[in-house]
């Protein structure tokens, strides 16, 4: 099956500061890759839709000036918290359909991000 | 709105045996479901993927099942392993756009030798 990496797997930092999420689909093209955030015990919740080359697409709820998302290549999707606070402390998981048309959907391995 | 419910409580089963989980919605007709394995510290891992005109479908050991009447999807893994010990996720597509996908928060199974 496709492969999807994200980097880093887990990440600390200091209140105020922002923090990157790389997530990359290694042998396929991917011109949607979603991002998701999961807190302990609960459910992945999506939080937006990357698109290659145009603007992601928010869920209700998710500050978009915060997480910034940006589809630069058919193979990179990054995600930025921006001002880190310790309530975004959370497990960020990305992912991508292995080709357009398809409904199966293939996860990151995750990052764990701690605000201190 | 949409609503995904499976079993909060773990499954403990004995090695050998068949773990039966159960993923219901409400107020949504998806086009498919999925199930995925997470576990601990980890992404969801793709298991199986049913879609509304299909009753069954098997993977090796696993067996899914989709009642749309119901609204109900049955997980089965026969045979269980304690390798197989994880939580189990089902997903449903998304009225709004594709590849959008909803989750169940997950149901965890332990499997004992």
């Known amino acids: 099956g496709a492969v999807v990496s994200q980097h880093p797997s887990w990440v600390i930092c200091k209140s105020g500061t922002s923090v990157k999420i790389e997530c990359r689909s290694l042998?396929?093209?991917?011109?949607?890759m979603f991002w998701y955030r999961q807190f302990p015990k609960q459910s992945l919740m999506l939080m937006a839709t990357?698109?290659?080359?145009?603007?992601?697409?928010?869920e209700q709820g998710v500050e978009k000036d915060k997480f910034l998302i940006n589809h630069a290549s058919l193979t990179l999707s990054t995600l930025t918290v921006t001002s880190a606070h310790p309530e975004d402390s959370s497990f960020y998981i990305c992912?991508?359909?292995?080709?357009?048309?398809?409904?199966?959907?293939?996860f990151g391995p995750g990052t764990r991000l701690t605000v201190l | 709105s949409q609503k995904i419910e499976q079993n909060s409580e773990a499954l403990n089963i004995q090695e050998g045996k068949t773990a039966t989980l159960t993923c219901n919605y409400t107020?949504?007709?998806?086009?498919?479901l999925q199930w995925y394995r997470q576990d601990p510290g980890r992404g969801p891992v793709f298991l199986l993927l049913?879609?509304?005109?299909?009753k069954e479908k098997r993977k090796e050991r696993l067996k899914v099942t989709f009642d749309t009447t119901l609204k109900q999807s049955l997980f089965h893994i026969t045979a269980s392993q304690p390798a197989d010990s994880a939580t189990y996720l089902c997903?449903?597509?998304?009225?709004?756009?594709?590849?959008?996908?909803?989750f169940g928060a997950g149901t965890q199974v332990v499997v004992t030798p």
């Open positions: 042998d396929f093209q991917a011109t949607t």
């Open positions: 990357s698109n290659e080359g145009s603007k992601a697409t928010y």
């Open positions: 992912s991508a359909n292995e080709a357009l048309g398809t409904d199966t959907q293939y």
């Open positions: 997903a449903l597509d998304s009225a709004d756009s594709w590849g959008k996908l909803q």
């Open positions: 107020n949504y007709s998806p086009a498919y």
């Open positions: 049913i879609r509304e005109n299909e």
